[in-house]
């Protein structure tokens, strides 16, 4: 015997109160990174910290040979004293020669010979001062400071090498609490959340969750804080940045490495929600299919035949899609047996199976069969 019209269970379309979503793949970043350089030439004496540990900014991390710096200092401080003492001679020749002056001994080619000479050494007393300072300077760089609070990295240089400012990195400094997270988005998505809260600060008012590599969602939230200043040209989307905490999740001993749950360079899953639930037509995510020419749902029309019907999604949720355009209030999507309908044949519909994230607020009516 034939088949009849294949079985399908259907929901009707209806206005639901959703939080707008929409899902994005992104990168972790830190705040702020710092990569720790040699200023001068000089011997690694010490490296003072575990690599992974948490430093603070100001810690000590690394100490250069110290000696020939000292001696150079010592030099240009002897030099610097020696001048002053010099300045200190002339000044007290050209008050004699101007005392002098007023009585028949003096002469104006002494007085102005003097003047030379104190001019003179005063001048390279500023020079043994700036070069006296310089060596300081140079002191002062064989010890390396944490610039920032954060998570140190691998050591590349071990203790007995020689390191100079050509010397490439020694490790790196990452930043921990706060994150960055970046991602691309639509700019028409963009454009669409700035219109709808531009009452309360445009994109600066949505927040965003992150769903982690291992699937799991992170229990903090964050906020979108900045938007590039260009869009990409092949793939229409702008870049954001979304500021995110990230506390320590498990202490470490002392000198060890601390737990905490985002790490640098990282992808991400990123949901971006609206503040405020609206109500819109909506449909369960399951019902919607796609193809080269977008998104489209199989409806059941008063004659118990199937039609395909091109939708226009809105911002969503993982369960439920918002119909922005493409369907009416009332109408009857397929959302059981999809796989047997074809557009234009009969079908026999009946209510959908229960759906996760869909409530029917009425259960869909099955159609009766003419005789």
Not at 11 to 38: C, H, M, P, S, Y
Not at 42 to 47: D, G, N, P, V
Not at 63 to 79: D, I, M, T, Y
Not at 321 to 343: H, N, S, T, Y
């Amino acid at each position: 015997m034939p088949g009849g019209p294949p079985a399908v269970g259907v929901i009707r379309v209806e206005k639901k109160t959703i939080t707008e979503t929409e899902e994005f793949i992104g990168r972790i970043q830190a705040v702020n990174r710092v990569d720790l350089t040699a200023r001068v030439t000089a011997f690694l004496q010490e490296k003072l910290f575990n690599e992974g540990a948490e430093v603070k900014a100001g810690d000590l991390l690394y100490r250069l040979e110290r000696g020939p710096f000292e001696a150079a200092v010592a030099q240009q401080q002897s030099s610097a004293a020696q001048y002053a003492a010099l300045l200190g001679n002339a000044t007290l020749q050209l008050n004699r020669a101007q005392t002098l002056l007023s009585t028949p001994a003096g002469q104006r080619s002494n007085v102005d010979d003097a003047k030379a000479q104190q001019a003179s050494l005063a001048a390279q007393l500023a020079s043994a001062q700036a070069q006296l300072r310089n060596v300081q300077i140079n002191l002062d760089y064989t010890e390396i400071h944490a610039p920032i609070d954060g998570k140190i990295g691998l050591n590349a240089y071990s203790v007995g090498n020689v390191v100079s400012p050509s010397s490439g990195p020694l490790a790196r400094i990452v930043s921990q609490d706060p994150m960055n997270v970046l991602f691309p988005m639509a700019v028409r998505s963009v454009i669409a959340l700035n219109k709808r809260y531009a009452d309360r600060g445009g994109l600066a008012a949505v927040t965003i969750r992150l769903r982690l590599p291992d699937g799991a969602l992170y229990d903090r939230q964050g906020t979108i804080d900045f938007t590039d200043i260009s869009v990409s040209s092949s793939t229409d989307t702008i870049t954001l940045r979304g500021k995110i905490a990230n506390p320590v999740r498990t202490s470490a001993k002392e000198g060890g490495p601390t737990q905490r749950t985002l790490t640098d360079g990282e992808f991400v899953g990123i949901t971006v929600a609206g503040i405020e639930p609206i109500e819109a037509l909506a449909v369960p995510r399951a019902a919607v299919l796609s193809d080269q020419q977008g998104n489209y749902v199989y409806i059941v029309g008063a004659d118990n035949k199937a039609e395909q019907r091109r939708i226009t999604l809105g911002q969503s949720t993982p369960e439920l899609a918002v119909v922005a355009a493409g369907l009416k209030e009332g109408e009857m999507v397929v959302l059981d047996g999809i796989q047997r309908v074809r557009p234009g044949s009969p079908v026999t519909p009946g209510p959908a199976g229960p759906t996760p994230g869909w409530t029917p607020t009425a259960t869909a009516p099955a159609s009766s069969t003419k005789p």
